[in-house]
């Protein structure tokens, strides 16, 4: 981090962190104002590398931005921006361990993981492999490691669905390991190393496709639709948004255009005649917050169900959380 | 509206409007349709004429913005904006009657109100006056209309303050009418058309007062602070910050600039290790969700007085409000 700084000549560095980790906020200023920069610290909700600071960045007049906890996402960044993996240091053994019984049905096991504990991926395959599974991690080619997931991108795990029969998922929380389930629609267990609880996940994906179906049949009643645009920088999809727009209208619906750089419950309750969205911005804010919209949040997808152009079925083979 | 679309010709028009007013988005939305352009509407929070959505009109690549429901404030749009003033029809002779009685200590009113209803304040001051009262409306240049506040701005109400005994607030709720009384520290009657009330805000101001001086208290131990910069246009004030940042410095705090879009008492609860902030954003926040934040927020000025360089009477004296 000093290095890239002192190689930029960097004067003025903006600290972005996620939620979660932004205690790590000034320890990471003052490594940067050792090394002769002035150090701003960026306080704005950050879910992913997708929300990258750019527009801040260039409001502020910062030479460089240090996006922590997150890997490369967005191609073009018109500040010079470097990503600080976090790399987590808290020993996966035990968890794996715990998880082996609740893989026992199973022979073919896929491996998954964030960025955080990727590094862990081979201690877990040869511990698997030693209790006699075969074990799988998939490389689509799109994010930074093979076996790596991001809360919007399960390509890794996708690639190699059909070939394997449970995934076992390393990592913290349900937010990514709900993500391998839906976008697989495999058997998934997670070893938490922070809860130091290994436990499936199948009843929670399970509730969250029945949820899915119930909002998709409350919105065919919808005449006034509004398409979310997302703002930051990896979630915007505007000539997306258009489209869905054209394709609700052929359908007789009125639908408006509403951009927003947080899509949160509070922000939709100011719209009382909007019937329902559809989210082209981060799929996940649909999945993860469904019970405190008040207004059923669709996916593009969601919608095609909606207006008829796509079946449940299909959508469900292709996974909930694709797009 | 639709005039100024066929003027600048524009293809592509942002909608923003403040909150509790952005139900009004679909009708306005229409118009723009109407007159040829595709409609976007915001729906990230709006306070203030100072939160224009500059980055997002750029982002989205629009040709004009409508920014509904306050006036002009940042000098200088880089996309043509239109600022459409929200007018009450609402009847304000009812609560002005009411306020009478509570005004009769006093013979020489000022009269302060918002956007919505300047348009009222000639026939409010004939009731006064017909009641035997001296009327004063202050116009201190700064604003678009005589007796007019904005949320951060009471030089009308503050350049007649040596002159009148009491303010006479017009407009609904005490956000406003708290403002005229912190920044004049003269009694003020709010006359509210929404709610049919005419009350005094003296004990609420007060409680505010006592708060303030118990937050500066409670800053007065802070080691390390943080000074939050706002990143909306009309509140971005990051040399000012870095003034403060050296103050607190040279009077061996650690001091760390923190920057924000939307300062909230949840994004702040990701810094555990700061003890207090100074905001140079938008002064209000400070005070409005004073009790939610666990940590002091204080207005420069506040911070000022807890490193001994301006003392609490004179900070009262100048305006618990002003910067």
Not at 120 to 135: H, P, S
Not at 253 to 279: C, G, Q, S, W
Not at 291 to 313: C, D, H, M, Y
Request: hydrophobic share 45%; net charge neutral.
């Amino acid at each position: 981090m000093k290095q890239e700084i002192l190689k930029l000549g960097a004067k003025r560095v903006l600290i972005q962190l996620p939620e979660g980790l932004k205690q790590a906020a000034p320890r990471l200023a003052k490594i940067v104002e050792k090394a002769g920069a002035l150090p701003i610290v960026s306080a704005d909700p950050c879910y992913g590398a997708c929300d990258l600071a750019t527009t801040d960045a260039e409001n502020l007049g910062v030479d460089m931005t240090i996006h922590y906890g997150h890997s490369k996402m967005v191609k073009y960044e018109r500040v010079p921006t470097v990503y600080v993996e976090a790399r987590a240091t808290v020993n996966v053994n035990d968890v794996a361990q715990k998880a082996l019984p609740l893989l026992q049905k199973w022979q073919r096991i896929g491996l998954a993981t964030t960025v955080q504990h990727v590094q862990t991926l081979d201690v877990v395959r040869e511990l698997l492999t030693r209790a006699g599974k075969t074990v799988i991690i998939g490389d689509a080619g799109h994010l930074n490691y093979p076996g790596q997931v991001i809360g919007c991108n399960y390509s890794n795990a996708r690639s190699i669905a059909k070939d394997v029969e449970a995934f076992l998922f390393i990592g913290g929380g349900q937010f990514h390991a709900l993500g391998v389930a839906l976008s697989t629609s495999k058997p998934t267990i997670v070893a938490d190393p922070y809860a130091g609880t290994a436990l499936s996940i199948d009843k929670e994906a399970e509730k969250i496709v029945k949820q899915r179906w119930a909002i998709i049949e409350e919105a065919r009643k919808a005449t006034t639709l509004a398409v979310l645009v997302g703002l930051k920088p990896g979630q915007k999809r505007l000539e997306e948004a258009l489209e869905v727009k054209k394709k609700l209208e052929d359908k007789g619906k009125t639908a408006f255009l509403i951009a927003a750089e947080e899509v949160t419950p509070e922000a939709l309750m100011e719209f009382p005649t909007i019937d329902a969205y559809v989210n082209t911005a981060c799929p996940r804010i649909s999945f993860d917050d469904a019970s405190r919209f008040k207004k059923p949040v669709l996916t593009v997808n969601e919608a095609l169900v909606v207006i008829g152009a796509l079946s449940w079925e299909e959508l469900c083979r292709r996974g909930l959380l694709e797009s």
